[in-house]
């Protein structure tokens, strides 16, 4: 006797399938989605909000993700967990984007943060896509053929977006414990040259003339930018035994902190750092951020005293 079919047509879903329709699964399936917009709205707040369009999108990211996850713990049907699935996998098909070719004129570095966002966001995805195929076939007549056909599908979806996270986070640069760092110039090229941006004038920058920035009141021994405050300000970095060299108009001085068995740069003592945010050399979005103990400034090229007189508006 068969157990797999009455009447000669497919079983109906099982306990399983039950179980992950219900109110507990999508309810966790909600807190991932939630999380993944919380972490949008905290990097919105300590140093994605000032990028054109992205810190917009970030907002908008949080607003969307919150919402979802209330209709899906709120709603019984298929429709909105499915949706809010699609939402996720969209968000982390706009963060690839943002790491390979760029998104509305912005080239994501590699972070810790991001790595977690898109984490979540992939969770989210499988969570809430079995949520919303669990409860299809608990309404379809064949409904386990209906939701064993889906799962495949669904199965083959998360594969193909945690190969795609892996290879693009692999690609375009490693993601560190503390985030995505930049190395000066082995040789040839001075570390630190001066560049003249437009409402800022003349500021420091890297070899590669991205902009260069100091938090306000940090100093060697009190140290406020740390753990994940670098996967967003990646430190400037020279490697071992490389003297740092200062191109023409860079008056202060240059040298070296110890932090944690690398060596960051620092002028007049301020530790130098990049910005996440910027995507190609003159741009200046970390300008006046407020975040990690305290505020970011570009570094005034022309600053000959310990002061290093940041740049203030423009």
Known sequence: MSTGTVSGHAAGPGPWARALGGRGFAA???LVLAGSGALHLYLYFN???PVPTIGTLFVLQFAAAICSAVLVVATKGPVVPAGAALFALATLGGYL???SVGLFGF???PTSYGAWAGGLELAA???LGAVAL???ALRAPRGGRVLATAARATGALLGAGALALALSLELVGPVAGAGAVRSGPATGKPTVVV???RHYGPVLADSSRMSLYL??????GHLTCTSGCLSIWPPLLVGKGQVPRAGPGVRGHLGVLARGGLRELTYNGYPLYTYAGDSSPGNANGEGIPSFGGTWYLVRAPATSRGATPVRGG
């Open 107 to 109: 080239k994501e570095v």
């Open 215 to 220: 938090l306000s009141d940090e100093r060697p």
């Open 28 to 30: 966790l399936g909600a």
């Open 195 to 197: 560049v003249d941006l």
């Open 134 to 136: 669990a409860r299809l």
């Open 47 to 49: 140093g994605y909000g």
């Open 125 to 127: 995805f499988g969570v």
């Open 97 to 99: 984007l943002s790491l």
